[in-house]
Nanobody, 123 residues
Framework: QVQLMESGGGSVEPGESLRLSCVAS????????MSWFRQASGKDRERVAS????????FYADSVKGRFTISLNNAKNTLYLQMNSLKPEDSAMYYC????????????????WGQGTQVTVSS
């Protein structure tokens, strides 16, 4: 099992930026896909971005394309999500997840999840 720990959330105003981090335990060596999901109050959890290890083509949800960037630092076992031009609708609990296998939007395919970090965007 992979332990994941997110950090970097906070409260910002619209248009500002945040960078989320997700540190994975050393047992993540066999992980093939790492993803960021988010869940706003009263809504379903949705995939925001995915990074397939060894691929140079990450996935982004349409709602964040051009504003968010996912990246992976293998040396630090850390997944990042750079979030620019934040909007109130980006407010949610953000989770990172990892799985052995292809990247997917299906929550049930991800066995390993972090505890989440809260992002609040408001003026």
């Amino acid at each position: 099992q992979v332990q994941l720990m997110e950090s970097g959330g906070g409260s910002v105003e619209p248009g500002e930026s945040l960078r989320l981090s997700c540190v994975a335990s050393s047992t993540a060596k066999n992980t093939h896909c790492m993803s960021w999901f988010r869940q706003a109050s009263g809504k379903d959890r949705e995939r925001v971005a995915s990074f397939a290890v060894g691929s140079d083509t990450p996935f982004y949800a349409d709602s964040v394309k051009g504003r968010f960037t996912i990246s992976l630092n293998n040396a630090k076992n850390t997944l990042y999500l750079q979030m620019n031009s934040l909007k109130p609708e980006d407010s949610a609990m953000y989770y990172c997840a990892a799985r052995v296998g292809y990247c997917s939007a299906s929550l049930s395919l991800y066995k390993d999840w972090g505890q989440g970090t809260q992002v609040t965007v408001s003026s």
